[in-house]
């Protein structure tokens, strides 16, 4: 994956550049986590479908990786995982209550992950096996672009409660992913709306990868490379491009 220098102007990255170039994280975010980064990949061109055969190896090796991972331990034992812990309660989030995305996932992993769609076992067995929250969501269903902000409170955010659809609001100060319809993803990375889910008709996705000091710029680079990997082998024609935006912020989308 190439990325322009960030003294030059950004090369021409396909219809996603735009997207990727409007997205940002809000000065109020970094100033809760200095050392947060959030590496966004689109995806365009995916092969949407129920889990299958290829789906299901990608998770079962993401599995023993994860296994590998804990060694016995609980995940917030992790340094990766225990960063979240952290940047959860600076917030006012009660992680044990609300875990963030990659401590319920890996909390889950002895008894086997829940086996969705194609798409959303690629993301969740990166998630487990490189310890780092994975969020993915329809690009079609997109209102603006993404940006992480600390909640005013009166934001929507539509749900489910008892089977029928509802709508939430974040809490003041919460930290929220959101577009210009409402809430994409509350609490950081704990819970993602109906409105932007994949489904088995998603063929362009934005995944959300974040990472905190433990993981590390490479952590998430590394992450990515995988995410990719496994994406385009279950979809060929798949295209991504992608932009990092934290502390080794290039300022620029990269694209391949």
Known sequence: MTTPSASGPPGPVGPAGPWLAAAY??????????????????AEGLRPGPSDEASDALLAAAEKRALGHLAGAQPEELPQVA???????????????TRPSVAALLRRVAAGLPRIDRITDAYNAVSV???LPVGGEDLACYAGAARLV?????????????????????????????????????????????RTR????????????????????????????????????????????SRLIGPAEGGCPGSR
Do not use: M
């Not at 000065?27 to 959030?38: F, Q, S, T, W």
């Not at 960063?83 to 992680?95: E, I, L, Q, Y």
């Not at 029928?164 to 930290?175: D, F, L, S």
């Open 129 to 131: 096996a490189c310890l």
């Open 198 to 241: 994949i489904t088995l008709a998603t063929t362009s996705a934005v995944f959300v990868l974040d990472g905190l000091a433990a993981l590390g710029v490479s952590g998430l680079r590394a992450a990515e490379a995988e995410l990719t990997d496994s994406l385009a082998r279950l979809s060929p024609d798949a295209r991504f491009a």
């Open 150 to 194: 600390r909640a005013a409170g009166d934001e929507d955010f539509d749900t489910a409660a008892a089977g029928q659809p509802a709508i939430e609001h974040p809490g003041p100060g919460e930290v929220i992913w959101r577009d210009d319809r409402g809430v994409t993803c509350r609490r950081w990375n704990w819970r993602q709306c109906v």
């Open 83 to 97: 960063d979240w812990w952290a940047a959860f309660r600076g917030f006012g989030a009660k992680p044990q209550r």
């Open 25 to 42: 994280v809000a000065a109020e975010v970094r100033a809760l986590r200095p050392d947060y980064a959030a590496l966004l990949v689109v």
